[in-house]
């Protein structure tokens, strides 16, 4: 990663756009925001007593005052796609939110905008997450064998595909998804604003879908209301392959051909009773080996805001001409393809198919 700050421009002051100014406040020597677009005045104010950067009404604005390395547009779904295209008509790179475009037609009409130029990549994290980059590294040492299964129960959609299909080794390949919902009661104590205090429970839904990517790989998707906050509902994956699986942090595989043997992905977290080197996370390994090491060692970070942080190292890196692209266009549209499939099934009780799309050739960036 780039000894050089990141520096970055924020379309947008909403919850998710607090994360990248949050990294930058507490890593200023890796990241800085050269300023952040609100819509109105009084709050640009408030970002900026809040934050202490600059703002602008504009992206005109914005890139006058100080060209940065790339622009966050964190807004929402209907406006975001058309922002993208400005921003890459000007020759900016820019990191979007997920998902790219609100609906298929949206992601086709995006794609044929600046699909080809390969400024843009999205701010997909999920694969960046610790527990999920080290199950990655797993699957890819071959220690599974061949991968044919993944279950995920834990996030919503597109967030779920692209691990999914990560997992999988799949890429942007056409997929069958069978989807059903169920409604049952359920507490729902915490929300993202925090504890409620409230403990009758409501109606949530679980939606239930099966993805065939064919060749004997399939995944299944599992997520309930509120699944992120509610601490009732926990979070689980399974990687099933031909020598073996792994179940969140427990590895069950073939160490001979009469052995079957058993290993944990151990977390290393310091600060804990008499640590003293300070709250962190520093890595995680499996059987003596390191299979995720923390990018930022010794920096107080929740699992998401490591992920986060990955993107925008990876982002700038990218930017640079110094890495590979963090997370293209391409393939957050193939997930956001297969998510609103799992929603038309889910409604319509019917099989859909995916097949080809503009983005789906190899090398599609």
């Not at 295209?85 to 609100?102: H, K, M, S, Y």
């Amino acid at each position: 990663m780039t000894a050089q700050p990141g520096r970055y421009g924020i379309v947008g002051s909403g919850w998710r756009s607090e994360f990248f100014l949050r990294l930058a406040e507490v890593m200023p020597e890796r990241f800085a925001v050269s300023g952040v677009v609100t819509r109105s005045a009084e709050r640009g104010g408030e970002v900026e007593r809040e934050w202490r950067v600059p703002t602008f009404r504009s992206v005109d604005e914005l890139v006058t005052a100080d060209k940065p390395d790339f622009v966050i547009v964190s807004v929402p779904w209907e406006t975001a796609p058309g922002l993208t295209a400005d921003l890459v008509a000007r020759g900016i790179p820019v990191l979007t939110e997920t998902p790219p475009a609100p609906d298929v037609e949206g992601l086709r009409r995006l794609w044929s905008e600046v699909g080809d130029t390969g400024l843009v990549q999205v701010a997909e994290q999920n694969p960046f997450l610790p527990s999920h980059a080290a199950q990655l590294s797993v699957v890819r040492a071959g220690t599974l064998g061949a991968v044919s299964s993944v279950q995920m129960s834990s996030t919503h959609l597109y967030h779920a595909v692209s691990v999914l299909r990560l997992l999988l080794g799949v890429g942007r390949a056409p997929a069958t998804i069978e989807a059903r919902q169920f409604v049952a009661p359920l507490a729902d104590p915490l929300k993202r604003d925090g504890w409620s205090g409230d403990t009758a429970p409501t109606d949530a839904t679980t939606t239930l879908a099966t993805i065939d990517f064919g060749a004997g790989r399939m995944a299944l998707y599992d997520f309930t209301d509120n699944q992120w906050h509610n601490p009732l509902r926990g979070n689980r994956i399974v990687v099933r392959g031909s020598h073996g699986e792994l179940v969140d942090d427990r590895l069950v595989r073939l160490a001979d051909p009469v052995t079957a043997v058993e290993s944990r992905v151990v977390r290393r977290q310091t600060g804990i009773d008499l640590n003293l080197e300070g709250f962190a996370l520093d890595h995680l390994s499996l059987d003596g080996s390191v299979v995720y090491r923390n990018p930022f060692p010794g920096v107080r970070l929740a699992d998401e805001d490591i992920a986060i942080g990955t993107l925008l190292a990876r982002m700038t890196d990218w930017c640079r001409g110094d890495g590979e692209p963090p997370y293209p266009l391409a393939e957050a549209s193939q997930d956001h393809l297969i998510a609103l499939a799992i929603g038309e099934s889910a409604s319509t009780g019917q099989a859909v198919a995916v097949g080809p799309e503009p983005w789906s050739r190899e090398g599609a960036g």
